[in-house]
Nanobody
């Protein structure tokens, strides 16, 4: 199993941008999908974006057109580019990797959108 570590979170003003990274402690080529999830205070964890080994992506309706998910297998890293951020995007963001015999979560990184 790989270990996942998120980074890139922080405080940003509405309309701003952030780029989150998820670094794996091993090859991610064995995963069939990786994704970003988020959990806001008082809410359940929700899927934000997902990318398969074949490069197929899907997004939550709330972030379509604003967020872009990508992965770099050579660097064992997944990214989430977040643009036009709003206060409703405030949450802890988690990366996830799914393989044939395991599911792995990172510890999360805080994103706060506030003026």
């Amino acid at each position: 199993q790989v270990q996942l570590v998120e980074s890139g979170g922080g405080l940003v003003q509405p309309g701003g941008s952030l780029r989150l990274s998820c670094a794996a402690s091993g090859s991610i080529s064995s995963t069939y999908a990786m994704g970003w999830y988020r959990q806001a205070p008082g809410k359940q964890r929700e899927l934000v974006a997902r990318i398969t080994n074949g490069g197929i992506t899907n997004y939550a309706d709330s972030v379509k057109g604003r967020f872009t998910i990508s992965r770099d297998n050579a660097k064992n890293t997944m990214y989430l580019q977040m643009n036009s951020l709003t206060p409703e995007d405030t949450a802890v963001y988690y990366c996830n990797a799914a393989a044939l015999n395991y599911i792995r979560w990172g510890q999360g990184t805080q994103v706060t959108v506030s003026s």
